[in-house]
């Protein structure tokens, strides 16, 4: 669905003055105050009769923009006299500060979207709208949950709920006391972070989403804003959640925090003198079944074992690609960073594995590797080589990071199946715990 903006933006300019002709004066004077008519989709309030709405995206993505149209969608009636559907609301922020500055004055806020008629006035003394119709809405911080106790509404919004100091207990506060009306609804405007009251809303049933990419509202920002964030954070962890808007969730007891794959992505890249690249290939190969995690993994190697370090080069992993398919991907990767070895895991076809490979280059150094300890066994002494600094990330590894905040040490807390880690798992494995030969048969290893 394509907003009027985005009609008008690819429109030719005679059907422009068209559409701008028929219009008649009062339809002009309306036409900038038209929500409905500028909206990007992600902005406008889903049908049915959820009790929350979360619109979730990356910054500058038109979150405040959205959550200030929906409060005067809210109150404002057919004239400025006439009521609304909702006469008490809360808005609830970080700090009153930003409840202020953001909600209501900021650039996108309440006012500001406001027509002249139907503007309300600001009671700064008291912390509160006030519409002519009699609508009140009135700001609270999450550093005190407790202002929420007493006061009862028909509608709230709730903005950067993911970055609240006491965030489960303001919105248990906000939730009892949500209950005017024959239908009191909410909105909740956030950046994902992985918190456990953010979780928990979503997965509520009566919870709808909508979601952007801080590229959907480009049109509205700088671009030399969005060149620089892309070049500084596209492809990583913390770019899922800022820019796309992504929940990267890290899992209680993660072996790998977002603080160790910060250290990563910070850490100066080394040379490296071996080069492998790590296959774990998937069950099946539909457009359904688990990927085919292929890592391209480099280290140093120079001087005793202790003072090794690693590379995470780059991900070339693959969906629902033929056993022929991600052999071909696996190697086009080895020829792209001229590693030396492939190492695939042959749990699930056995010798077939990697006579798949060998089927499209016969004479292909191939390292068999069958796991016969769980994936959190194996991968705890690679997360030891991350706290101890030793490993560093190249851009571009964001969906890899996600999987490794969901791997614990009760085993993996993420969807499907860890292709990705567990490729990682088997590439640092050969370069840097089990020296070549040590273990095992020459050709395979059972870890």
């Known amino acids: ?193 992985n918190v456990a009251v953010l979780k928990a809303i979503l997965q509520n049933p009566s919870t709808v989403v909508t979601h952007a990419p801080t590229e959907a509202n480009r049109a509205w920002l700088a671009e030399s804003f969005l060149a620089e964030i892309q070049a500084r954070y596209g492809g990583t962890a913390l770019g899922r959640q800022e820019i796309e808007g992504v929940l990267v969730e890290e899992a209680e007891g993660a072996l790998w925090t977002p603080a160790m794959i910060r250290a990563a992505q910070g850490a100066v890249a080394v040379r490296p003198g071996r080069v492998v690249v790590a296959v774990d290939p998937p069950v099946t190969a539909t457009k359904r079944s688990d990927e085919c995690g292929i890592l391209v993994v480099g280290a140093d190697t120079e001087g005793p074992p202790g003072e090794w370090k690693a590379v995470v080069l780059a991900d070339r992993s693959v969906r629902g690609a033929s056993p022929d398919g991600w052999a071909r991907a696996a190697l086009a990767a080895m020829e792209e960073f001229s590693a030396e070895r492939l190492v695939v895991e042959v749990n699930q076809g056995g010798d077939l594995v990697a006579g ?43 969906d890899l990071e996600a999987q490794m905040v969901q791997m614990t040490r009760t085993g993996w807390q993420g969807q499907g199946s860890p292709d990705r880690l567990d490729a990682l798992v088997w590439a640092l494995t050969e370069l840097m715990i089990l020296p070549s030969g040590r273990i095992g048969r020459p050709g395979v290893r059972t870890i």
């Open 1 to 193: 669905m394509r907003s009027g903006a985005a009609w008008l933006a690819c429109a030719l300019p005679e059907e422009i003055d068209e559409f701008l002709g028929a219009l008649g004066d009062n339809a002009l004077r309306a036409l900038p105050w038209l929500f409905e008519f500028w909206a990007l989709p992600h902005q406008l309030a889903p049908e049915g009769a959820w009790k929350t709405w979360v619109i979730m995206g990356g910054r500058g993505a038109g979150k405040t923009r959205a959550g200030a149209e929906w409060v005067r969608a809210m109150v404002e009636g057919a004239t400025p006299a006439a009521p609304g559907r909702a006469r008490r609301v809360a808005l609830v922020a970080e700090t009153l500060e930003q409840a202020r500055e953001v909600m209501v004055l900021g650039e996108s806020g309440i006012l500001a979207c406001s027509p002249p008629d139907r503007r309300p006035g600001w009671i700064a003394s008291r912390n509160r709208l006030e519409w002519e119709n009699g609508a009140v809405a009135q700001l609270f911080s999450a550093h005190d949950p407790e202002r929420l106790r007493g006061p009862q509404f028909d509608a709230a919004w709730s903005d950067e709920l993911a970055k609240w100091p006491k965030a489960a207990e303001t919105w248990d506060q906000l939730q009892f006391g949500l209950r005017l009306g024959e239908h009191p609804q909410q909105v909740v405007t956030t950046t994902p972070r």
């Open 356 to 398: 798949v490979v060998r089927q499209v280059d016969p004479l292909v150094p191939v390292r068999e590797v069958r796991a016969t300890k769980g994936k959190m066994l194996r991968a705890e002494p690679v997360a030891a080589l991350y706290e101890q600094g030793r490993v560093a990330h190249t851009r571009g590894l964001g």
